[in-house]
């Protein structure tokens, strides 16, 4: 489990495709590592699955993660959000993020404000369902509150965020382009409430 509280941005040393998966090198900057443990790359909740002292480590990503995900998007150079899992006596200063993506959105703008940066994400309506005004999303990772959720017609929703000077500057949110896709996990709770408030069968 994760905060979405990035705590660094890793470096990619190499992405290689091979059958439909792929492997990431990435220089984390993160000395400490375990075989085997979880890191959340851009919000993906992956596996180390080999490493050195200086921190490099490498990565595997299935079909079904790079279908739903940006990873596959990612060249060597480019700059990916880090968030290792959370220990019982961390502070939750985000929300409980899986690191499980839900699905893609587009960045549709962004706008300098009052030495913030407001962004608009359009979603479409499988994701936008569980968003609601000052709610919570993850959006490559970074734990993230709705300003505004805008229905737009039946197909396809717009919200809005303000990113904090912060966040912009030690995230890779400050890289983005109008355009690009980003990963989305939704608030797992909302997605709970949805399931318990069906009606049984």
């Not at 499980?100 to 706008?111: C, F, Q």
């Not at 962004?119 to 993230?144: F, M, Q």
């Amino acid at each position: 489990m994760f905060s979405g509280i990035i705590e660094t941005l890793g470096t990619i040393y190499d992405a290689i495709m091979s059958d439909g998966s792929m492997t990431l090198d990435i220089a984390t900057g993160f000395p400490d590592l375990v075989l085997g443990e979880s890191i959340a790359v851009n919000g993906v909740c992956l596996t180390v699955v080999t490493f050195d002292t200086a921190g490099r480590a490498q990565f595997y990503a299935s079909t079904e993660t790079l279908r739903r995900s940006n990873l596959d998007t990612l060249r060597i150079g480019d700059q990916a959000n880090l968030e290792r899992a959370v220990s019982m006596s961390t502070r939750l200063s985000g929300h409980i993020v899986q690191g499980h993506v839900d699905g893609l959105a587009l960045l549709e703008s962004i706008v300098p404000e009052a030495g913030a940066f407001r962004i608009e994400i359009r979603l479409p309506p499988a994701l936008a369902r569980y968003c609601v005004e000052k709610g919570s999303i993850t959006l490559d990772g970074i734990s993230l509150t709705l300003n505004s959720v805008k229905d737009l017609s039946s197909n396809e929703c717009r919200i809005g965020l303000t990113i904090i000077p912060h966040t912009w500057a030690h995230t890779n949110l400050h890289a983005r382009q109008v355009g690009d896709l980003l990963n989305v996990e939704n608030d797992v709770l909302a997605k709970y409430v949805e399931r318990l408030c069906k009606p049984s069968l």
